[in-house]
């Protein structure tokens, strides 16, 4: 319930500079975690610049089965890994600041919001161990990615726990696709 709380009073003293200002910080950490981190993985690991640019794409599009690119593109299934899970973090952050701007600004979202608190108020289990379904949110397509930051933020969940378990999930999907994609699955059964 605090939560509601703070946005209310959020919404009641944000002025247009302080916003501007949380708009560039948002900015500033995907553009850090979506480019300028890749492009230096990419400078450690003699990955070219235009294949970085298909990675963040192909990501961008093709989520988990990105690291199918990354293979064929030749790279070391490690590389593919840090990069692609760099990616990710930056959509999770960006899609986080979003969710936290429209809540400040919308009636209709707070409305949302107050009926999810009361929900999930009754629903204590949720409340204490949910945090831990968005490892395997994070796998479900048509969610995955973009969809799991918003169960996130919907649910109240604790950014940093569900930044580390989204990653979790992440990282372990990719893994499980390049695998796969390897044939070391074929080899296990």
């Known amino acids: 319930m605090t939560w509601l709380a703070a946005i209310e009073e959020?919404?009641?003293r944000i002025s247009p500079e302080a916003c501007r200002l949380r708009i560039a910080r948002s900015v500033g950490f995907v553009i850090?975690?979506?480019?300028?981190?890749?492009?230096?993985?990419?400078?450690?690991f003699s990955v070219p610049p235009p294949e970085i640019f298909t990675l963040i794409a192909s990501t961008l599009l093709l989520q988990a089965a990105a690291a199918l690119i990354g293979l064929s593109l030749g790279q070391?299934?490690?590389?593919?890994?840090l990069l692609l899970t760099s990616i990710a973090i930056a959509t999770m952050i960006g899609i986080f600041?979003?969710?936290?701007?429209?809540?400040g600004?919308?009636?209709l979202i707070q409305r949302s919001l107050r009926k999810i608190d009361a929900k999930m108020s009754q629903i204590d289990y949720?409340?204490?161990y949910g945090v831990l379904m968005l490892v395997l949110i994070i796998w479900i397509p048509g969610i995955a990615l973009f969809g799991a930051?918003?169960?996130a933020w919907l649910f109240q969940y604790p950014r940093w726990i569900s930044?580390?378990?989204m990653t979790a999930g992440w990282m372990t999907a990719v893994i499980a696709v390049m695998a796969m994609a390897m044939g070391l699955i074929n080899l296990a059964f």
């Open 10 to 12: 959020y919404r009641h």
């Open 32 to 44: 850090l975690f979506l480019l300028v981190i890749p492009h230096l993985l990419g400078l450690i």
């Open 76 to 81: 070391h299934p490690a590389v593919i890994l």
């Open 97 to 103: 600041e979003v969710c936290d701007l429209f809540a």
């Open 105 to 107: 600004r919308s009636r």
């Open 126 to 128: 949720l409340k204490r």
């Open 149 to 151: 930051p918003v169960v």
């Open 163 to 165: 930044l580390l378990s």
